[in-house]
């Protein structure tokens, strides 16, 4: 048994440093600008969909869940997720190289699973320990990936190519997901559904505005998404901020400033 126990901790040891090798070689993604929607007809498809699925069933649950409960029920609960998803993203920062992200990202994890009563309480924030949050989507844009074509996926919304390989790979990176017994295990899972619910409360008129106030949601959200997440990548306000007005330069509210 010590023996396989062993060879496992090798093996991990040798892909740690295979993976610090090859990341040595690469470099950051340039930063991507432009539309690049090569499959707008069944995205659009598919953000019908979740179009009806957001008015049937997200947007009341996600009200009814911060109306129902009390705040530091729901902020709990975030927390509690929040936690859960520490451990992937220690794993995520030590493969970007971030070694202080991962560092402080296992720090937090201790802290707020004991002190903080299993992520209930975020005591790491209170101690001054910032959340370093990352996923494998920014994993492979760290490595070189290139940002690929604009997405839209069923249930979880806008996404690119490479996004959306991040979002399968994460299915799999939390070392919880491989250590904890059932069903210990499933109530990462559990709160971050939870979660998702309760940000739709949390934030149910800027999705609104943009859903339904929209001359066009399949536009303004594509739009959106890849302003905030380019900008989330590059640390750029040059590349793609967030807060700036996409139809300034137009005029037309109801232009995409990116097919221009």
Same mark, same amino acid.
């Given at each position: 048994?010590?023996?396989?126990?062993?060879?496992?901790?090798?093996?991990?040891?040798?892909?740690?440093?295979?993976?610090?090798?090859?990341? #040595?070689?690469?470099?950051?993604?340039?930063?991507?600008?432009?539309?690049?929607?090569?499959?707008?007809? #069944? &995205?659009?498809?598919?953000?019908?969909?979740?179009?009806?699925?957001?008015?049937?069933?997200? /947007?009341?649950?996600?009200?009814?869940?911060?109306?129902?409960?009390?705040?530091?029920?729901?902020?709990?609960?975030?927390?509690?997720?929040?936690?859960?998803?520490? !451990?992937?993203?220690?794993?995520? &920062? $030590?493969?970007? *190289?971030? %070694?202080?992200?991962?560092?402080?990202?296992?720090?937090?994890?201790?802290? @707020?699973?004991?002190?903080?009563?299993?992520?209930?309480?975020?005591?790491?924030?209170?101690?001054? %320990?910032?959340?370093?949050?990352?996923?494998?989507?920014?994993?492979?844009? =760290?490595? *070189?990936?290139?940002?690929? *074509?604009?997405?839209?996926? !069923?249930?979880?919304?806008?996404? $690119?190519?490479?996004?959306?390989?991040? /979002?399968? =790979?994460?299915?799999?990176? @939390?070392?919880?997901?491989?250590?904890?017994?059932?069903?210990?295990?499933?109530?990462?899972?559990?709160?971050?559904?939870?979660? /998702? %619910?309760?940000?739709?409360? /949390?934030?149910?008129?800027?999705?609104?505005?943009?859903?339904?106030? #929209?001359?066009?949601?399949?536009?303004?959200?594509?739009?959106?998404?890849?302003? &905030?997440?380019?900008?989330?990548?590059?640390?750029?306000?040059?590349?793609?901020? !967030?807060?700036?007005?996409?139809?300034?330069?137009?005029?037309? !509210?109801?232009?995409?400033?990116?097919?221009?």
């Amino acid at each position: 048994m010590f023996g396989s126990r062993r060879f496992a901790v090798g093996c991990l040891r040798l892909a740690a440093l295979v993976g610090l090798v090859a990341l #040595s070689a690469c470099a950051p993604a340039d930063p991507a600008v432009g539309i690049n929607d090569p499959w707008e007809a #069944s &995205n659009r498809n598919t953000h019908r969909l979740n179009k009806a699925i957001d008015r049937a069933l997200l /947007r009341p649950a996600g009200r009814g869940y911060v109306k129902v409960l009390p705040q530091p029920v729901v902020t709990g609960v975030r927390n509690v997720s929040n936690n859960f998803a520490t !451990p992937a993203m220690v794993v995520n &920062n $030590t493969l970007q *190289g971030n %070694i202080e992200g991962a560092v402080a990202s296992t720090a937090r994890f201790a802290l @707020n699973s004991t002190i903080g009563l299993v992520g209930l309480i975020d005591v790491a924030t209170a101690m001054g %320990i910032p959340e370093h949050d990352t996923d494998f989507g920014e994993t492979l844009h =760290v490595w *070189g990936v290139r940002e690929g *074509g604009y997405v839209e996926l !069923p249930l979880l919304g806008p996404s $690119t190519q490479r996004d959306a390989a991040g /979002r399968v =790979v994460d299915l799999f990176t @939390n070392p919880l997901g491989h250590v904890l017994p059932k069903p210990e295990k499933y109530i990462g899972t559990a709160a971050g559904i939870a979660k /998702r %619910i309760g940000d739709r409360g /949390r934030y149910s008129q800027t999705v609104d505005s943009v859903l339904y106030d #929209s001359a066009d949601s399949y536009t303004q959200g594509r739009v959106t998404y890849l302003q &905030n997440r380019r900008y989330e990548l590059n640390g750029d306000a040059a590349v793609a901020d !967030p807060y700036d007005d996409p139809y300034a330069a137009t005029g037309d !509210p109801y232009d995409d400033p990116y097919l221009q």
